[in-house]
């Protein structure tokens, strides 16, 4: 099995990959179109990126089976396009959490105290101790969060370390469950603003959460709050921050920011910059070596599955529901033959099969197929179906809820 990691990866990672019998190439700066024609020379099985970005070209020009997102979020991939060609998509969710939770915490410290601003001063050789001095601190202040997966659940346990209360919103979380962590529930994003000194924003990426912190949300901050984004910058309305920013005096510490640079090192001109109380750091929140082990451990392990079993731990791109109206139950002798009769009977008769499963009795004597159909045969087509075939012991339509 060939596998091509196309970003920087860490040697132990590599060397688990070449230790499970895989053939290993490492092109670190195959970013953008230069990825397209090391795939199509390299033939590779399985693609590894990190924060590479991988298009509907490069996946169209390819031989990949599999395309392995080194870390959490996995927008960088074209993700219908390896629906479309049969090309599974797996992430590293859970394995940078507590990076990301730790440099989520650093820049709202370093935002409260303004300790870059201290640096700068103090580097250019002025001493300003009356200006510093005034700070606020987090302990007792509510820290608010949207979004409560692994990193959201990180950031709880270090809130509590600091002395400070949460409130939280996210699409799974119940009272049940928000007691369960010791947090309060918010019924929305907008009350969560309204309840907290400190906004940290914890959502992935997709299609109804662009743009999902706009104005309304930010314009129920209080005056001087802090806001942290270390998720993606696509789900915050940047004009409406800079606004709030200017008008509320919130300060701002971002980790992800608009149209990033795709290589380590660029010219960039952040939107923000020139706004009093903006903190930036280079969206290095997975970036420690614990947190790069961690993820290069569940990528072998992803490997490993999808090698020996065919499985892939992680897929994201399966249907969730298939259009399949109808499950045709096939009992039958466990013969040569007997299930190729049906899916042509099948094709014979326009049904597509959405999904399938054959499970074999203790000695190999019968077994029985679940075959999910885009829509129910005609009694005529189970007739002929049944008769066509003397190891057919029965056929069962059921609904498909």
């Known amino acids: 099995m060939k596998i091509l990691i196309a970003d920087k990866y860490p040697e132990s990672g590599q060397q688990a990959l070449t230790d499970l019998g895989c053939q290993v190439r490492v092109e670190p700066d195959a970013k953008g179109d230069a990825l397209i024609p090391i795939l199509e020379e390299h033939g590779s099985d399985i693609l590894i990126v990190r924060s590479n970005k991988v298009s509907g070209e490069a996946l169209m020009k390819s031989r990949l089976s599999l395309v392995i997102r080194a870390g959490a979020g996995y927008n960088t991939i074209d993700v219908k396009t390896a629906s479309a060609l049969g090309i599974y998509v797996a992430n590293c969710p859970g394995k940078n959490s507590i990076a990301v939770a730790e440099l989520a915490f650093g820049l709202m410290l370093a935002l409260d105290r303004r300790i870059a601003e201290n640096d700068r001063e103090l580097k250019s050789g002025a001493w300003n101790k009356k200006e510093y001095s005034k700070a606020q601190g987090v302990f007792g202040r509510t820290l608010g969060l949207i979004g409560l997966g692994s990193i959201g659940q990180e950031m709880v346990a270090r809130a509590r370390g600091f002395g400070m209360p949460v409130v939280a919103w996210s699409r799974s979380l119940t009272p049940e469950k928000a007691a369960g962590l010791g947090v309060e529930f918010a019924a929305s994003p907008a009350e969560v603003a309204e309840k907290c000194h400190v906004l940290s924003v914890h959502v992935a990426l997709k299609d109804e959460t662009r743009g999902f912190i706009d104005g309304e949300i930010l314009d129920r901050l209080r005056p001087g709050s802090i806001f942290i984004n270390t998720a993606r910058d696509g789900v915050v309305d940047h004009q409406a921050l800079a606004r709030v920013m200017k008008e509320k005096n919130i300060r701002a510490g971002l980790d992800v920011h608009p149209n990033e640079p795709p290589t380590g090192t660029a010219a960039y001109e952040s939107p923000l910059a020139e706004i009093p109380g903006f903190l930036a750091t280079h969206h290095i929140g997975a970036s420690t070596d614990q947190a790069q082990e961690a993820i290069a451990d569940e990528v072998t392990r992803i490997v490993m599955e999808f090698k020996d079993t065919g499985d ?36 014979k008769s326009g049904i597509n099969v959405q999904e399938m499963e054959n499970i074999v009795f203790d000695g190999a004597e019968a077994a029985i197929a679940r075959i999910q159909l885009d829509r129910e045969p005609s009694e005529e087509d189970l007739s002929v179906t049944r008769r066509g075939n003397e190891d057919i012991l029965d056929l069962t339509l059921l609904p498909i809820q």
Do not use: Q, S, Y
């Open 312 to 347: 892939v731990p992680n897929v994201v791109n399966l249907a969730r529901r298939t259009p399949a109206k109808t499950l045709l139950v096939v009992r039958h002798r466990d013969r040569v033959g007997v299930l190729a009769h049906v899916l042509h009977g099948m094709k």
